[in-house]
């Protein structure tokens, strides 16, 4: 059975050259790169070979770029390490419809006594600026960050990250954004844009799982959450993963090479060829957040009143491979959280399914999705019971 791999947004394959990469670092990389002697700073430059590739690709400075084992312990740093420093200030302004690695820590510090601001979202999952200008204006001297993921995981929607970066601002209010889902998919100027931390994590564009990174401008400051040595300039204790570092640097520059050229245009003609032909196929199937910015790889198609469990079974069983939303949630059978913060209907919720391509995926792979998908979705609405 030929395996057709739609749920990109859940992880990626690792290119050729990013497995060479970590197969070299272990082979003959393996010093401690904070040794002094020849092997350690022969390894070193290794690191920091990595570290300059990965400022490339999102536009930053060395210096202000932190190696972390993945997004997750990114975010954690970038919420905590900012709280911790901002005294008095006790609110934190985010949305409904964050990844769990930003919504968990907001919520922890709710229980702690902060106050959590979840600004709405429009039916297409957008932010309004004006919504955060508002809870800035209405919170002033209060804010202690503001946490908003540049694309959603579930939807591929892209938050207006120029216009929130510049009411921060302007506020004195240091906004944090969780961009793993944007890295590799769509240019990315932390200088440009004015955002002041960054989260990301390798294995979302094409590089290992178990390193990520977090972008740091150099007039903020976090407080160390991993402590136990002098490393990444005092932020973040521990022996770097210089395998990982090393394959996330390797990504780095094939994605900012990838993203120069028509790559990205390719995926989202094939994107939206698949996502046309099962409209077509299914008239009653809604596209969610269809009316914003979106991910160049991704769409969101629920299919009422059918059960998404029932569809991601039905086409594994058949190669097809998606998902419901975030992997990190999988095996809920409660609808997507993102999907209801949206104003999405209940039987449109539970019956969405997300399909995400990468820069790996073919033509013939989305022909033959377009052959299975429908079928499936048949199959299922025949064997429901009669009303």
């Given amino acids: 059975m030929t395996e057709i791999y739609l749920d990109s947004n859940a992880t990626t394959t690792p290119l050729p050259e990013v497995i060479e990469a970590v197969t070299a670092a272990l082979r003959d990389g393996w010093a401690n790169p904070s040794s002094v002697h020849r092997g350690g700073q022969a390894v070193r430059g290794r690191v920091e070979l990595a ?112 216009e929130l970066a510049g009411l921060c601002q302007r506020a004195g209010v240091p906004l944090h954004t969780d961009a793993t889902q944007a890295i590799g998919k769509l240019p990315v100027d932390v200088e440009a844009v004015g955002v002041d931390v960054l989260s990301m994590s390798a294995h979302k564009f094409h590089g290992p799982k178990g390193v990520g990174a977090l972008y740091l401008r150099k007039t903020r400051r976090v407080m160390p959450q991993m402590r136990g040595g002098p490393h990444e300039r005092q932020r973040r204790g521990g022996t770097e993963n210089v395998p ?59 299919f009422p009143p059918l059960e998404s469990e029932a569809i991601l079974v039905m086409l594994s069983e058949r190669g097809v491979y998606v998902s419901a939303g975030a992997a990190c949630s999988s095996g809920s059978l409660e609808p997507s959280p993102v999907l209801l913060a949206m104003g999405v209907p209940e039987p449109v919720a539970h019956g969405s399914i997300r399909l995400s391509l990468s820069r790996l995926s073919t033509d013939e792979q989305i022909d033959r999705a377009v052959e299975i998908v429908p079928g499936v979705i048949e199959k299922l609405r025949a064997s429901m019971p009669a009303v």
Wanted: charged letters at 25%; aromatic letters at 2%.
């Fill in 51 to 162: 570290r300059s590739r990965v400022c490339e690709l999102i536009g930053c400075r060395e210096r202000e770029l932190i190696f972390t084992s993945g997004a997750t312990e990114a975010n954690n740093l970038a919420i905590r390490g900012l709280i911790e420093l901002r005294g008095e200030r006790r609110v934190i302004l985010t949305t409904a419809v964050e990844h769990a690695a930003v919504r968990e820590p907001c919520e922890a510090l709710e229980r702690e006594g902060y106050t959590v601001v979840r600004l709405p979202i429009s039916v297409d999952g957008v932010v309004s600026p004006d919504d955060l200008a508002a809870a800035l204006e209405t919170h002033g001297d209060g804010v202690a960050l503001a946490t908003i993921g540049w694309a959603n995981n579930e939807t591929g929607v892209i938050q207006p990250m120029v």
């Fill in 244 to 302: 990982g570092i090393v394959g996330m640097g390797a990504a780095a520059e094939a994605a900012r090479r990838w993203l120069a050229g028509d790559g990205p245009s390719g995926v989202c003609a094939m994107r939206d060829r698949l996502e046309a032909a099962l409209l077509a196929a299914e008239p009653t199937a809604a596209v969610n957040g269809t009316g914003a910015e979106r991910l160049i790889n991704t769409t969101n198609i629920g």
